[in-house]
């Protein structure tokens, strides 16, 4: 779980909260549900307008992703990965075909089948290349539907603002009704806005990092099975695919390494 993500969306409600508490507001001022349904309907309308249903309804499976982002393998997939170089070097590629039956992923699964069939690493690799950056281009659409949500958002609160102050000035005989207009008129473009920018675009944004980490990781992937197809050195391909780790784990797992280094040298000088 993601837990700053909660923390960002709990901060920034409670933000909004908070100051129209600090300036003597009443809260139950910002619970409009016509303010609501203009501007959540208006949104919502707009981007189906513009969306395929197949990417809309992808955009809604990632969503999920902003508090469950999908787990970062990297680290473990890179020593599955030299245990099948191990394996290809010791046995030979055909050897990896029970692997690759026993693999889950599909992308890993798709890779070793090719290796194991013997086909060309540059053909290899091209294959590989063209499948992420399918994936890719179709979930980056995906993520773009949050986007496009951010930017219709503050327009159609203006909308309802203008439609609020319409109601005001069609009711100015009846001043019972004129604070409620007032309230939708205001109250729809704080919704806008803070929609826009509290969750839409950072939710884009999120979910676009998310998918260049897993983009990240097919594209280690497809090093990883060119370097099987061709029997890299395993010092050469480990240091390769290496670079594809974040930064701060390369760094952990060069400090714990130290660490046990230090230790046995200490243990070694105590005996």
């Not at 249903?53 to 992703?65: A, D, K």
């Not at 980056?140 to 102050?165: H, K, N, R």
């Not at 109250?187 to 897993?214: S, W």
Request: aromatic share 4%; net charge negative; proline share 4%.
């Amino acid at each position: 779980m993601d837990f700053l993500s909660l923390i960002g969306l709990v901060m920034g409600i409670g933000s909004i909260m908070a100051s129209m508490t600090l300036d003597g507001g009443d809260l139950g001022a910002l619970l409009q549900l016509s303010a609501l349904v203009i501007v959540g309907g208006g949104t919502v309308a707009a981007v189906l307008l513009q969306t395929p249903l197949s990417v809309f309804v992808r955009g809604l499976r990632m969503l999920s992703w902003v508090v469950f982002p999908p787990k970062d393998d990297r680290p473990e997939l890179l020593r599955n990965i030299m245990e099948w170089l191990r394996i290809a070097r010791r046995e030979f590629i055909l050897a990896l075909d029970p692997v690759a039956e026993q693999e889950s992923d599909p992308f890993v699964r798709q890779g070793l089948r090719l290796v194991v069939d013997g086909i060309d690493a540059a053909q290899i690799r091209t294959l590989l290349e063209s499948m992420v950056g399918t994936q890719e281009h179709e979930e980056m659409l995906s993520c773009e539907i949050f986007e496009a949500m951010g930017g219709y958002a503050p327009t159609v609160g203006i909308l309802g603002a203008v439609m609020g102050l319409i109601t005001v000035m069609s009711h100015l005989d009846d001043p019972s009704r004129l604070g409620s207009g007032i309230a939708t008129a205001f109250v729809a473009t704080v919704y806008g806005v803070g929609a826009a920018n509290l969750l839409c675009l950072p939710i884009g944004n999120k979910l676009k990092l998310l998918v260049r980490r897993r983009m990240r990781r097919l594209e280690m992937i497809t090093e990883a099975m060119v370097g099987i197809a061709i029997m890299e050195s395993p010092m050469q391909l480990e240091m390769r695919l290496r670079s594809f780790l974040e930064a701060t784990k390369e760094a952990a797992e060069g400090d714990a390494a130290a660490a046990g280094a230090s230790d046995e040298n200490e243990l070694r000088a105590a005996g």
